[in-house]
T-cell receptor, first 114, second 110 residues
Framework: DVKVTQSSRYLVKRTGEKVFLECVQDMDHENMFWYRQDPGLGLRLIYFSYDVKMKEKGDIPEGYSVSREKKERFSLILESASTNQTSMYLC?????????????FGPGTRLTVL | GESVGLHLPTLSVQEGDNSIINCAYSNSASDYFIWYKQESGKGPQFIIDIRSNMDKRQGQRVTVLLNKTVKHLSLQIAATQPGDSAVYFCAAQGFNKFYFGSGTKLNVKP
């Protein structure tokens, strides 16, 4: 089974703090993604990566950055957390292949910025 | 681009009944679709997928129907059980990206 883990299930930070969210997958997947999930809005793509040291902006990259130094690990960084970044953050991974590139999700990190 | 929407934010069904959850997408070029189940406090879990060259696919107690003409897909759950209570959302792949609906919360009444 694919396993995607996230470093924290719940996190509380203060405005202006630098926040690191870590994601690790154990299936040697090339692709990794960071989403945020807000009520009524569905999942919105923040950043994704197709390979080590590669990153691409998603639909809402402002206020975020990412790092992928190793294939299995994809980090999301909030340079200076703001209250509007309070959300559920979901990491996903997938492996491109013929017929399917299903994304498998981690359990999520619920971040509250005070 | 693509937009994906579910028709009902909440659906209540009696245990043992069949459930039907609907989803509409906007981009006719979308060629791959997934249904996810998300239980409270957990990440989304893959249920079933379908490619655009099919109009029906069955799994264990679940069936996905795809109508490309009206850009609509549905998830049918047979003999709904309390453990099926969760938020269900669809994802449509187009332009090498996935677009996600906001979800339908399924409540199963005992």
């Amino acid at each position: 089974d694919v396993k995607v883990t996230q470093s924290s299930r719940y996190l509380v930070k203060r405005t202006g703090e630098k926040v690191f969210l870590e994601c690790v997958q154990d299936m040697d997947h090339e692709n990794m993604f960071w989403y945020r999930q807000d009520p009524g809005l569905g999942l919105r793509l923040i950043y994704f990566s197709y390979d080590v040291k590669m990153k691409e902006k998603g639909d809402i990259p402002e206020g975020y950055s990412v790092s992928r130094e190793k294939k299995e690990r994809f980090s999301l960084i909030l340079e200076s957390a703001s209250t509007n970044q309070t959300s559920m953050y979901l990491c996903a991974s997938s492996s491109p292949g013929v017929g399917t590139d299903t994304q498998y999700f981690g359990p999520g990190t619920r971040l509250t910025v005070l | 681009g693509e937009s994906v929407g579910l028709h009902l934010p909440t659906l209540s069904v009696q245990e043992g009944d069949n459930s039907i959850i609907n989803c509409a997408y906007s981009n006719s070029a979308s060629d791959y679709f997934i249904w996810y189940k998300q239980e409270s406090g957990k990440g989304p879990q893959f249920i079933i997928d379908i490619r655009s060259n099919m109009d029906k696919r069955q799994g264990q107690r679940v069936t996905v129907l795809l109508n490309k003409t009206v850009k609509h897909l549905s998830l049918q759950i047979a003999a709904t059980q309390p453990g099926d209570s969760a938020v269900y959302f669809c994802a449509a792949q187009g332009f090498n990206k996935f677009y996600f609906g906001s979800g339908t919360k399924l409540n199963v009444k005992p």
